[in-house]
């Protein structure tokens, strides 16, 4: 178009590209899109402004998205109840609760009072923050302004109420939607069955998902790997083997979250026979497993002593895809500690370095008490340094058996000054 001449871009030419650059996350782009407007003597308006100003708050670029809204007032472009929302909904990310509040009375003062979708981001904030509570007042001002709160207002109160522990009064928000008729969502059942399932309340959960059919609602995955999880986490292994049968039976393909939740739950259920015949028949039917799968079972080995197994499923895995991560290593250097085998711990743990997978904080904390339970107390002392040079902190575990020892004159009192500042 430019290059032709005769077909100029206007505003909304330039707006669908800079929605399009904000979608993928590119923000800088949109932004010297609208620069380029400027300079093609072609006027931004509100919806150039509000798609930026949104698409930095969701980035929790929230210095960004004020500066633009504040050149968006000083160029006399007046500001909408979605510019308002996108800032309030930014500022709530990173928890500046006055500072949603004095957004929200600026708002109200300019005559652009909240709407919906206003009233939706601090319902859902609030409820995030365990505030259920100042979320019902919301809810009933919103009423009292008569805007009627929708599925999504409900959603994020009944998920409020799972995640504080009170299924009654989620049972009732729930009931509440399904007397109102077409409220009630896949999500809500989602919401309710996570929320039974936390509570370990697996026969209301599934009393749940078999109601969904009564709604004409169909479960997706998210259902049945919710459902799954509960099952194995209450110790109902055959419930949930028959629920991930009827879930490939009803065309819902597992995803690999799901033979995470069944791979975990079979190893918390200490069916290790069983996850290992399981995990021959995923890679040999070509299935794209990630590490998660494959640290979950070398854990539940090493739990179970069995490190022979675990360190044959560790060294397959230098020839495959996923490679190990820090975690993987980890979880081995802890089997290895456990099993008192502190040579081959220590040899583990150069080879991270060596292979450029290098270690966390959480993996010196690990060998470091490692050694010390096995009273190879020096050795950890040598490895608390290295771990202070590399930047890292001693955790609550660490510094409980380090102070056990400063009482025999075994540690260095400055180090143990620093080990206690550090946690």
């Keep these: 178009m430019l290059q032709a001449g005769h077909c100029k871009p206007n505003v909304f030419t330039f707006n669908t590209l800079i929605k399009g650059f904000c979608m993928i996350g590119n923000n800088i782009a949109a932004i010297q899109l609208l620069r380029k407007m400027e300079e093609g003597g072609c006027e931004p308006n509100t919806v150039s402004y509000n798609t930026i100003i949104h698409s930095l708050c969701k980035d929790t670029l929230i210095d960004e998205a004020f500066n633009l ?25 990173i928890r500046q609760w006055k500072q949603a509040t004095a957004l929200l009375n600026e708002m109200v003062s ?89 509570q370990k309340k697996t026969d209301e959960a599934s009393k749940i998902f078999q109601e969904m059919t009564c709604w004409e609602l169909v479960p997706d995955t998210i259902t049945f790997n919710t459902l799954i999880d509960g099952f194995y986490k209450a110790g109902r292994i055959q419930e949930a083997e028959k629920l991930f049968s009827e879930m490939q039976d009803c065309g819902q393909l597992p995803a690999v979250q799901t033979y995470n939740i069944i791979v975990d739950g079979l190893c918390n259920n200490q069916q290790l026979s069983t996850v290992l015949e399981l995990l021959r028949d995923m890679e040999g039917n070509k299935l794209e497993l990630d590490i998660v799968v494959y640290n979950t079972i070398i854990e539940g080995l090493c739990k179970a002593g069995k490190m022979d197994s675990a360190i044959d499923l560790f060294s397959g895995l230098s020839s495959k895809h996923p490679q190990p991560d820090v975690w993987t ?7 290895f500690c456990k099993g008192g085998l502190l040579s081959e711990a220590e040899k583990l743990f150069t080879e991270m370095k060596e292979k450029g997978c290098s270690p966390n904080g959480c993996t010196y904390n690990t060998v470091i008490r490692g050694f010390m339970n096995n009273s190879e107390t020096s050795r950890a002392m040598e490895l608390i340094q290295e771990m202070r040079e590399r930047g890292f902190s001693a955790d609550t575990s660490t510094l409980h058996l380090i102070v056990g020892l400063s009482s025999k004159d075994t540690v260095d009192p400055v180090l143990l000054a620093w080990l206690k500042d550090s946690v």
Excluded: W
């Design 69 to 93: 809204f504040s050149e968006m007032i000083s160029r006399g472009i007046a500001p909408t109840v979605v510019t308002y929302t996108s800032l309030i909904q930014g500022v709530c990310n």
């Design 329 to 335: 290593h980890k979880i081995m250097i802890l089997g």
């Design 110 to 198: 300019q005559g652009i009072f909240p709407d919906i979708h206003t009233f939706n981001v601090l319902v859902d904030t609030l409820c995030k923050e365990g505030m259920v509570v100042e979320a019902e007042t919301v809810v009933e001002t919103m009423i009292q302004r008569d805007i009627e709160p929708d599925v999504i207002t409900y959603n994020s109160l009944m998920d409020g109420y799972c995640l504080q522990g009170e299924m009654d009064e989620a049972k009732h928000v729930f009931h509440l939607m399904v007397s109102k008729g077409s409220l009630v969502n896949v999500r809500s059942c989602n919401i309710l069955i996570n929320g039974y399932c936390k």
